[in-house]
């Protein structure tokens, strides 16, 4: 089930996201080597609280009766996406550390939503919104090849966002994604998507960033008031992935290295494209 946002739930999530991106920042320059992960996870813990707002992703129900350990995913080298700030460990120089991150805010009663004229969000017992966003950053120097990695997952990020406007479909982004990343001699995930966001810290649709084709089931047009994560996870070898003995981290199924870059999305009118919601 899809579900759209009204413009004024656009623009809460839109607040929640810039404080959100704020976070990202400040947690990104402590990733230098010899930086500790548990000591990420409690700054993290420690702002989303400072702004009364809640970790989207700590104690999340991953499936088989595994909760997510940690509010940030710290995903180091060869791991894709859900690497676990806790227990702890050190980066260390060369390292690519991708710092994923989700947040529901502001967490508010019914009566204070309607006192400060704010949307509440009734799917949620806190009654905030979420988004959810995504950066690898790299530990001191890092090699040639993994700096080229960051640089084109990033661009293919932002290749995904360009096509992200009413009257396009999913494919179009996957495609654009995909076809980039293939120029460059990487490869696309296709075993993790992103999502829609906003209610929920994941809801329908599945954003690909590979082509699925115009004719597939999953493919549908994109329309105002979606919004969706995006959030290309690519791999410097081949796209397949493995689970880590762990049961919820994901990495490379050849030990290459992966980076990962997301942004939440609003879908606008057609013909005004979208709004990024977690950039400062």
Same mark, same amino acid.
């Given at each position: 089930?899809?579900?759209?946002?009204?413009?004024? @739930?656009? *623009?809460?999530?839109?607040?929640?996201?810039?404080?959100?991106?704020?976070?990202? *920042? #400040?947690? %990104?320059?402590?990733?230098? /080597?010899?930086?500790?992960?548990? @000591?990420? @996870?409690?700054?993290?813990?420690?702002? &989303? #609280?400072?702004?009364?707002?809640? /970790?989207?992703? #700590?104690?999340? =129900?991953?499936?088989?009766?595994?909760?997510?350990?940690?509010?940030?995913?710290?995903?180091?080298?060869? *791991?894709?996406?859900?690497?676990?700030?806790?227990?702890?460990?050190? +980066?260390?120089?060369?390292?690519?550390?991708?710092?994923?991150?989700?947040?529901?805010?502001? +967490?508010?009663? #019914? @009566? *204070?939503?309607?006192?400060?004229?704010? /949307?509440?969000?009734?799917?949620?017992?806190?009654?905030?919104?979420?988004?959810?966003?995504?950066?690898?950053? /790299?530990?001191?120097?890092?090699?040639?090849?993994?700096?080229k990695l960051l640089e084109v997952t990033k661009k293919a990020l932002n290749l995904g966002i360009s096509k992200a406007i009413a009257g396009n479909t999913l494919n179009d982004i996957g495609k654009a994604i995909g076809d980039y990343v293939k120029s460059q001699g990487f490869s696309s995930?296709?075993?993790?998507?992103?999502?829609?966001? %906003?209610y929920f810290a994941h809801e329908d649709p599945n954003v690909f960033h590979y082509e699925i084709g115009d004719n597939s089931y999953e493919n549908m047009t994109l329309e105002p008031g979606m919004v969706i994560a995006i959030e290309p996870m690519i791999n410097q070898g081949k796209f397949?992935?493995? &689970? =880590?003995?762990?049961?919820?981290? +994901?990495?490379?199924?050849?030990?290459?290295?992966?980076?990962?870059?997301?942004?939440? +999305?609003?879908?606008?009118?057609?013909?005004?494209?979208?709004?990024?919601?977690?950039? &400062?």
């Amino acid at each position: 089930m899809i579900y759209y946002k009204t413009k004024e @739930e656009v *623009e809460i999530i839109r607040q929640g996201g810039i404080i959100l991106a704020n976070i990202l *920042e #400040k947690l %990104g320059q402590k990733v230098v /080597p010899g930086a500790s992960t548990a @000591e990420l @996870e409690e700054i993290a813990l420690s702002l &989303m #609280k400072e702004v009364n707002g809640r /970790p989207a992703f #700590k104690n999340y =129900d991953m499936g088989d009766d595994v909760f997510f350990p940690s509010a940030l995913c710290v995903s180091i080298n060869n *791991e894709v996406v859900h690497g676990s700030s806790l227990p702890d460990r050190i +980066i260390k120089e060369g390292d690519i550390v991708s710092l994923d991150i989700g947040m529901e805010w502001p +967490i508010q009663t #019914k @009566e *204070e939503a309607e006192a400060n004229n704010r /949307p509440y969000n009734d799917k949620s017992q806190l009654g905030g919104f979420y988004t959810d966003t995504c950066r690898t950053f /790299p530990a001191g120097k890092i090699s040639q090849e993994a700096q080229k990695l960051l640089e084109v997952t990033k661009k293919a990020l932002n290749l995904g966002i360009s096509k992200a406007i009413a009257g396009n479909t999913l494919n179009d982004i996957g495609k654009a994604i995909g076809d980039y990343v293939k120029s460059q001699g990487f490869s696309s995930v296709r075993d993790l998507v992103g999502h829609g966001v %906003g209610y929920f810290a994941h809801e329908d649709p599945n954003v690909f960033h590979y082509e699925i084709g115009d004719n597939s089931y999953e493919n549908m047009t994109l329309e105002p008031g979606m919004v969706i994560a995006i959030e290309p996870m690519i791999n410097q070898g081949k796209f397949r992935v493995k &689970m =880590d003995s762990n049961g919820y981290t +994901i990495i490379t199924s050849d030990g290459s290295l992966s980076a990962h870059f997301e942004h939440s +999305i609003a879908i606008l009118e057609k013909g005004r494209g979208n709004r990024i919601l977690t950039s &400062m």
